[in-house]
């Protein structure tokens, strides 16, 4: 079997409201193991953590308790859930990658040069980097006359396909998505699940939020479900769990 590539165990993540002096839980108990070329579904209710998950592992969020390990190319194991913030600057520069729900970036930017970015910060020249995100705005069908255009004016669904090209843009081994095709017409989301299938036969692992079950359908090797912490709703005390792990 070929080693995990990521591997959670017992994940917490909850929030402290100092003005308030009380907890706010979020990600509750989270266990799940990735390898490469597999595709990992996060599901569950609303609230439940799904993104902070995400974030967690990103380190946009510092996990309040549990183990988030990373294998590395070399081998080399690393808790995410401890490691430094300099280490965890040098890992988003070689090891992940992530497609977040909204664009972000520096106004008065052309979308090209802001897809190209992640490469140039790499160390591809320039006109390398903005062919290649020119390969990729067309194979998501974003207009060629809008590529010399700052995103701030586009559409939902034209920032998304330039939040998803600058992500995929530049080779990692764990790649994390948080409803990357939400805002997608149908043409472009089947766009988007081919170069994502692309994505998984070279390799990549990935995490995605997807609220769509016919993505999940599509896309999947399995699912990790994280369901809300006991405390923060009645009935049964659920639990996170991993389902359909493939083998």
């Not at 706010?24 to 490469?36: G, K, Y």
Request: hydrophobic share 45%; with cysteine; net charge positive.
């Amino acid at each position: 079997m070929t080693p995990w590539i990521l591997k959670a165990d017992k994940l917490d993540k909850h929030f402290f409201l100092h003005e308030q002096a009380r907890q706010i839980p979020s990600t509750f108990q989270v266990d799940l193991e990735l390898r490469p070329g597999q595709l990992l579904a996060i599901t569950g209710p609303s609230g439940a953590g799904k993104s902070s998950l995400l974030k967690c592992i990103w380190r946009t969020y510092l996990p309040t308790g549990g183990h988030l390990w990373l294998r590395q190319a070399d081998g080399t194991v690393t808790d995410l859930a401890t490691a430094g913030e300099q280490h965890m600057l040098a890992l988003r520069r070689t090891e992940l990658g992530s497609v977040t729900q909204f664009l972000h970036c520096l106004p008065r930017k052309s979308a090209l040069d802001v897809v190209a970015q992640p490469l140039v910060d790499g160390g591809v020249p320039v006109e390398l980097a903005r062919a290649k995100a020119a390969r990729l705005l067309a194979r998501l069908n974003l207009p060629e006359h809008l590529w010399a255009v700052a995103p701030a004016t586009f559409s939902g669904g034209e920032q998304q396909r330039i939040n998803l090209a600058r992500g995929l843009i530049r080779p990692v081994r764990l790649l994390l998505l948080d409803e990357p095709t939400a805002s997608l017409d149908p043409v472009s989301r089947e766009c988007a699940i081919s170069l994502l299938r692309e994505l998984k036969a070279a390799g990549t692992a990935m995490l995605a939020i997807f609220h769509d079950p016919a993505l999940v359908s599509a896309l999947a090797d399995g699912e990790v479900r994280v369901l809300p912490h006991p405390t923060s709703s009645a009935g049964t005390p659920p639990t996170a769990e991993s389902i359909r792990q493939a083998a």
